[in-house]
């Protein structure tokens, strides 16, 4: 009795196996291969004017803003601005005016945004030619506006 419970239970799984194979063999490939709408692409990106002026604003906004104390080095990087202690703001702008910084150790330091901001010109520079609803003209300013941009983030 014992054996042919052991037999069963065997035969019953082998079954189970081949029903999970088939099952499995007879998938559909192209059912996870289906991009959802409203995705952007970068090909979707320059496909018309309003869409090419929105990833030209991405090139601008990788600017440091002129006002804010701890991205602009001009503004307290220099001997002629000193503020009293509690500082309002990290203390790291501060060091940098005071000699403290050094290459193992570097305040405000934003080199990885500015690699962002490379790729993202050099990816508009690479598409901008592909816009159909774009004079020449405004093409080849948009494109002299970006190397400018390129130019001031090295």
């Known amino acids: 009795m014992k054996h042919t419970n052991t037999l069963n239970i065997r035969r019953y799984l082998q079954w189970c196996g081949l029903c999970i194979l088939l099952f499995s063999a007879a998938s559909c490939k192209k059912f996870l ?11 979707n990106a320059f ?7 929105k990833y030209l604003f991405t090139c601008y906004s990788y600017l440091p803003n ?3 104390l701890s991205t602009n ?3 307290v990087a220099g ?8 500082y309002s703001t990290s203390e790291t702008p501060w060091q940098v005016a005071q000699g403290f910084q050094s290459a193992n150790n ?3 330091s934003t080199w990885g945004w500015y690699y962002k901001a490379l790729r993202d010109c050099n ?3 690479e598409n ?19 190397m400018f941009l390129k130019a001031y983030y090295h």
């Open 73 to 75: 080095p001009a503004l």
């Open 47 to 53: 496909t018309m004017r309003a869409e090419a002026e």
């Open 123 to 125: 990816i508009f520079l």
């Open 128 to 146: 901008i030619h592909k816009v159909v609803d774009m004079r020449q003209s405004e093409v080849d300013r948009w494109s002299a506006e970006v």
């Open 66 to 68: 002129s006002a804010d």
């Open 106 to 108: 570097v305040y405000m």
């Open 79 to 86: 001997d002629e601005f000193w503020m009293v202690r509690p």
């Open 33 to 43: 291969d289906v991009v959802p709408d409203n995705v952007a692409t970068i090909d």
